[in-house]
Every structure is written in structure tokens, then in C-alpha cells.
């Protein structure tokens, strides 16, 4: 009799060593990732917020050096 | 160098994560924000043009525009102006420009108040008719503008005048 065989994995009752392994660095990987993000997020942030106290401070001092050259002149 | 990147993520954890920094990080850095905002919203020119003289010369003549104007001078803002004149076939060709600081702007402010005199000589190969004194000012009236974003407030002005024949 012809019959087609389909091409699947076979299912298994148990998981093996190797198996376990490779989830277990696949996990690491991802965890890496997270913490890796969790950094470059924060520390742009605090890097953007440091920006923006620095423009801040500068239109400040602009500010005040226009008003002491207007009440010096 | 991946040691040294480590160690500096673990001093600025030790820094940003004590609360008091982190607090004070955050009103500081929400203040300027606002600061930084309204500070890109000012985009207004600090100069109105309300009128002008109706001017003629011949070409190669000197003409002096005369226009009516309002300037704002509490903002302290610096100007670099552009100016070129086209004729009536199109050509363009430029007649100067001016730069002007705050202090300056007060002066003539003072001296003559809502008036601003142009004077430029009409280039000796225009063709008699209507043509254009075309003025592109920019304004920087804080540190953001001095910034290659947003950079200066533009302001264009086309003033006509005739090249008499």
C-alpha cells in the first residue's frame, strides 16, 4: 500500500540533557538582552535629561548675560 | 574595556538609584524640559513690517527704503539679514547683507523709533520696471537658535520698488 509519511518531528515523554541545556542558554540570552536593555534605556534617560538641564542652563546664562551687558551699557 | 564599561554601570547604578538623587534628577530634569519647550516654541520674528515709502532710481543709483516698522526688543534677539534685489526679467543679484546685535537694534530703536531705513545701490544691469529689494532675516533671539535644530527664526520681506528708464 502507498501511503505519504508526513515529515514531522517525533513527540517525545521526556526531555533530554542537551534539550535542557539549550533552553537553559537560550534563557540566559534573553535575560542578558533584557538587563542590556534595561541599561542602555536608563542610562538614556539620564543622559537625555542631563541634556536638556545643560540647554536649560545655557539659555539661562544667556539670558543673564544679555541683561547685565543691557544694565551695563 | 568591557571592565571598565561594567564598573561605570555599577557606579552610576550606586548614584542614580539612591532616591533623593533620583527625585531631585526628576524635578530637575522636568523643569527643563519646560524650559527647553517653551524655549523651542518661541519662533515668533521679533520685527514686524507695517509699511514702506514707494521708492524709484535709475539702474546704478543708491535709494534709501524707508519702512514703518515694530520691534519687539525685550527678547534681546541678534539678526543676520540677506538682501538681494531681482528686476523685472528675474535676475537676482545681491545687494548686501547686515548683521545686527541687540544692543545695536536698541540704539536704532532710540534714535529712530519704528523706522528702518534700507540703503542700497540698484545694480547697474537691471532693466527699467517694477522690481524687488527681497530681504531674508535670521533671527536668533535664544541658545536653541544658535542650534543646527531648530536653528534661526526666518523671516522673508519683499519690498517693491521701480528702475526708472
Known sequence: MDTEQKCEPPLRASISDSDLA????GAEERRHRAWLWLKINKVGRWVGGLALAVLALADGV???IQFIGRHRG | MVKATFLLLRWFDRVTDRP?????????????????????????PPHRF????????????????RQRVERDLGRGCTSHSHRSAIDSRGLSI????????????????????GQALI????PATF???????????EWVCNVTQ????????HQYRAVPFEVLQ
Do not use: C, M, Y
Open chain 2, 127 to 137: 532693466a527699467p520696471g517694477p522690481a524687488v529689494l527681497a530681504l531674508d532675516i
Open chain 1, 22 to 25: 539549550a533552553l537553559r542558554e
Open chain 2, 20 to 44: 533623593a538623587i533620583a527625585a531631585w534628577a526628576s524635578v530637575l530634569a522636568t523643569i527643563s524640559a519646560l524650559v527647553v519647550a517653551s524655549v523651542l516654541l518661541d519662533r515668533e
Open chain 2, 146 to 153: 544658535r542650534l543646527p535644530w531648530p536653528g534661526p527664526i
Open chain 2, 50 to 65: 507695517l509699511s514702506f515709502e514707494p521708492v524709484a532710481g535709475h539702474a546704478g543709483d543708491t535709494v534709501i527704503v
Open chain 1, 62 to 64: 544667556d539670558r543673564l
Open chain 2, 94 to 113: 545681491p545687494v548686501g547683507q547686515r548683521n545686527l546685535s541687540a544692543e545695536e537694534r536698541t540704539a536704532i530703536e532710540a534714535k529712530f523709533p
Open chain 2, 119 to 122: 540703503q542700497f545701490q540698484i
